[in-house]
């Protein structure tokens, strides 16, 4: 199954380089249907990868 709200996301670059991109799927309101939280430290380290949770659709 082709789902085009996977091919469209916003994209955020830190200063030092490091991107992360959110689908549009993950966080629509029919889709995913979850806000993106974007975790830059997690008890004073530098946090590591974050999957988006409880998909509604099961994209992944």
């Known amino acids: 199954m ?3 709200q996977l091919s ?3 994209l955020a670059v830190g200063a030092d380089g490091y991107r ?3 689908t549009y ?3 629509a309101p029919g889709s995913g249907n979850r806000g993106a939280i974007l975790a830059v430290e997690q008890d004073g380290s ?3 990868p974050t999957p988006a949770g409880r998909d509604r659709r099961g994209h992944r």
Do not use: D, Y
């Open 8 to 10: 469209v996301g916003v």
């Open 20 to 22: 992360a991109l959110v």
């Open 46 to 48: 530098t946090a590591g």
């Open 2 to 4: 082709t789902t085009p």
């Open 25 to 27: 799927g993950e966080i």
